[in-house]
């Protein structure tokens, strides 16, 4: 008997189908038969939020009258996906929904895909912040998701004739959006500008010139089978002042508009290009915002209605989660509130702010840790530059209780020095925070030990590492449920659902040989839909008898997307000069999916080749099918959830020591891919709990790494030593990919043998030589399978669920609502 404990659906289908009637009638004003199926998910969208209602109220009520601290996780970015049918999972109407739009003459996939996806991220982090808040409702925890409701989104990706990268807006609101109610009655001021004055009392007093009106857009983030509901809360910008109409009745209808228009501006794009001044104002006043609405939001809600609250209680209340320094404005915020706003003294709002928050850092890149110019924090938020410099000094002073050591205090100002100081937010969330962690072992280790060494040495129990991982209901249940059914049926319960190290007991059935069999079927089954898929969005022609080889990610330079299509562009070589017999080459489909910053040249180089290796591999009748290069457009959480479950091999090869941890490796695992990787990330985890003779291993190590750049690295060296590295960079400088234009990829060729920071040609030979033991393997479909299958079984540490707990565990000391 299977033990199913899926959430029980509080409707009939009956019901349901009532229910969607009312909605088309009152809400869309249509009847069943004018209905479109855009109008059906709008429709059942509003159903859903019905029947989660009274969970909402209630989750809210006991988070407020009880004593569970709530956490607040502030994040630029939330890219959540579609919501309909994770909604529908959740709170278990799945089948009463499909049977009720059949029965209204509908197809439930027509409805679903009627649904625009909401793209407010970039990648890794936004992503894995919608994991969270989805982990944090399915176990019981009160939370609120803290961010902006942008315009726009991510831009949408599109490819011109020549495979260059094009940008266009991701208008994602311009139909009816369901799930976001705008709640008008609980908008807060955001002021900026100004200056500060020092009144009689010697107490401070920030005169604003502007302000933004922060109107809070509201999703229901419902838990499986929790019966919990918590609240995600997307900030948008409005303007005071529609337009001046002094100014319009002198026929100026632009300066009219202009204090409207730069309000809105401020949640008008996710991360506006910031090589100007502009936009990099823009990037901070976008920060402020968010953090400033959400610090006095959670004031309004945990103390309603008081004017002088007991604030030295807040942290009890709720544990803000900072994630990245994008929200770390937050701590200069929270002091100038509890001094400023509510009288507090200086120490009193010190102890109340550092026990609020911690942080998480994302990156090993030095780059990416961002500096804000005093400068421009002193005209945006000047009150707030005051108190960092306070903090700064105060910290510098404490510092000097606990080291003599000179460089290194000054090596940790938060302030830096000289004529045009910065502000280094990983320095000010360290200072202002009680924890930071890492997102990997690895990425933990290397920040203790680099990137934020000195603080480590002087705050040693600061520091802490939580592995990332991924919601099981969106990337196992809902993107491949004949894997699921597969799982339900080989553990005799769907409790994994809720509990993913019970993957633990499909290991016994590797052993079983029937059971493997059942599990390729199921990868087979999803390569076709796949196929199908590729072929209806895309017109692409893919042959599920391949082995669907992929790499979806962000494109960078430490990602490495080179490494793979110099490998392939070798494999091409080698057939065009017959060095290898075509017959003899395992036929495979290479998947890419990435997309570049729109001012990232190499990048953009690096899509273009790829697009123009793939047009003239998979038209050279030499090749017999047996190389075939794609790259769908437009990345997205949607190709997502159908490409994963249907790869057999997915590449996670970034040069060691730069992934922080990486999120899609936990994704393909637990579909049941293998994986070619380096020791990096979240790769060096998986690859012990997989076992090492289950993941494919190349490549340096980071300590390798850093000898190489010690000893001082060449490329050229390596291209010179292996021919076959050779003739695959020069097949790219021929114009093999460029229609005999030798200009085209000189850039990227020059990079590769001058500088290629990453040291993709000296991981090159290792990466090919994996190749044989990848297709060897292939060539066996039973013990790739039961390898793959193990690789299931031995990945339910990688569930989101299992993250939060240690955030619960480690930083929050926090728990589920009574
Ligand atoms: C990613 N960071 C890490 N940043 O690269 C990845 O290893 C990790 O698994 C993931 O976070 C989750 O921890 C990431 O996605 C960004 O997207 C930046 C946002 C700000 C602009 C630059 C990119």
């Not at 553990?491 to 659902?497: F, H, I, V």
């Not at 690859?687 to 850093?706: C, I, P, S, W, Y």
């Amino acid at each position: 008997m299977t033990e199913i404990t899926a959430p029980k659906s509080p409707v009939t289908t009956e019901e349901f189908t009532d229910r969607i009637r009312e909605q088309l009638k009152y809400a869309q004003g249509v009847t069943p038969d004018q209905a479109t199926p855009a109008d059906v998910y709008v429709a059942s969208s509003l159903v859903v939020r019905h029947y989660l209602q009274d969970a909402w109220f209630q989750t809210q009520q006991d988070m407020i009258n009880g004593s569970t601290k709530a956490v607040g996780y502030l994040s630029a970015e939330f890219l959540m996906g579609k919501q309909l049918r994770n909604a529908l999972l959740n709170a278990g109407m799945i089948d009463q929904f499909d049977a009720a739009v059949e029965g209204l003459g509908f197809k439930p996939q027509d409805v679903i895909d009627a649904e625009y996806e909401p793209a407010l991220g970039n990648g890794g982090l936004g992503r894995l912040a919608a994991c969270f808040i989805d982990s944090l409702a399915s176990l019981g925890v009160p939370a609120f998701g803290y961010g902006i409701q942008y315009r726009y989104g991510i831009f949408k990706q599109e490819f011109d004739k020549d495979g260059k990268q094009v940008e266009k807006p991701e208008y994602w609101l311009a139909n009816e959006e369901p799930w976001g109610h705008t709640d008008y009655n609980r908008s807060q001021r955001v002021n900026f500008g100004g200056k500060v004055v020092t009144k009689a009392d010697g107490s401070k007093e920030w005169q604003p010139e502007w302000s933004v009106r922060a109107v809070p857009v509201d999703y229901m983030v419902p838990g499986y089978a929790s019966g919990r509901v918590n609240t995600l809360r997307l900030w948008t910008a409005k303007s005071y002042d529609e337009f001046d109409l002094a100014t319009f009745n002198k026929s100026d209808y632009l300066n009219a508009v202009k204090p409207k228009v730069k309000a809105e501006d401020i949640s008008k794009i996710l991360y506006p290009e910031d090589s100007t001044p502009q936009g990099k104002a823009l990037r901070l006043e976008q920060q402020y915002f968010f953090v400033s609405a959400s610090i006095h939001d959670a004031i309004r809600v945990f103390y309603p209605g008081q004017d002088k609250p007991d604030l030295t209680t807040f942290p009890d209340k709720i544990t803000f989660q900072l994630n990245d320094t994008h929200p770390v404005i937050g701590i200069p915020e929270l002091m100038r509130v509890l001094i400023d706003e509510y009288g507090y003294d200086w120490n009193t709002a010190w102890d109340i702010t550092t026990r609020t928050f911690n942080y998480t850092c994302h990156t090993l890149l030095p780059e990416a840790l961002e500096v804000w110019p005093a400068k421009l924090i002193g005209e945006l938020l000047p009150r707030h530059l005051e108190i960092i410099k306070a903090i700064n000094t105060n910290f510098l002073a404490e510092l000097a209780t606990k080291t003599r050591d000179k460089a290194k205090i000054d090596r940790m100002r938060i302030v830096t020095e000289g004529e045009n100081p910065q502000v280094r937010m990983a320095y000010l969330a360290t200072a202002g925070g009680s924890h930071v962690n890492g997102v990997a072992a690895l990425h933990s280790e290397l920040l203790k030990d680099v990137t934020l060494r000195d603080f480590s040495d002087i705050y040693p129990n600061k520091f802490t590492n939580v592995t990332n991982g991924v919601t099981p209901r969106r990337f196992i249940r809902l993107a491949n449920p004949r894997l699921s059914a597969l799982i339900t049926e080989g553990l005799g319960t769907d409790r994994w659902l809720s509990d993913l190290e019970l993957l633990k007991g499909l290991e016994p059935l590797a052993k079983d040989d029937e059971f493997v069999k059942k599990f390729a079927a199921v990868k087979q089954a999803n390569k076709e839909d796949f196929a199908a898929y590729a072929k209806r969005e895309y017109g692409f022609e893919l042959d599920p008898n391949t082995m669907f080889n992929t790499m979806v990610k962000r494109l960078h330079e430490y990602k490495r997307q080179s490494l793979k299509i110099l490998a392939l562009i070798a494999k091409y070589a080698d057939i065009k000069s017959g060095k290898v017999n075509v017959d003899d080459v395992l036929p495979r489909t290479v998947i890419f999916g990435a997309k570049a910053a729109p001012g990232y040249y190499l990048a953009k180089m690096t899509i273009q080749l790829i697009n123009n290796v793939a047009r003239v591999v998979n038209n050279d009748p030499d090749v017999k099918g047996k190389l075939n290069v794609y790259f769908p457009w437009n990345y997205n959480v949607r190709l997502a959830q159908h490409l994963i479950p249907a790869t057999d091999l997915d590449e996670q090869i970034s040069q060691a020591g730069k992934e922080a941890s990486g999120t899609g490796n936990m994704k393909f695992a637990l579909n049941g891919a293998m994986t070619v990787g380096t020791l990096d990330g979240a790769n060096v985890e998986i690859r012990e709990r997989v076992g090492a003779e289950n993941f494919f291993l190349f490549g340096m190590t980071v300590d390798e790494v850093d000898k190489l750049y010690e000893e001082g690295y060449s490329p050229a060296k390596y291209y010179e030593a292996d021919p076959r590295l050779k003739a695959a960079i020069d097949m790219v400088s021929d114009g093999t990919f460029s229609n005999g234009d030798r200009n085209t990829y000189a850039p990227l060729v020059a990079d590769w043998l001058t500088k290629d920071w990453f040291m993709t040609l000296a991981d090159f030979t290792a990466y090919t030589e994996i190749q044989s033991d990848i297709e060897a393997l292939y060539r066996q479909p039973l013990e790739w399978n039961r390898k793959a299958l193990l690789n299931v079984a031995n990945s339910g540490y990688f569930s989101s669920d299992r993250s939060i707990q240690d955030y619960l565990d480690r930083i929050w000391h926090t728990g589920p609502l009574a």
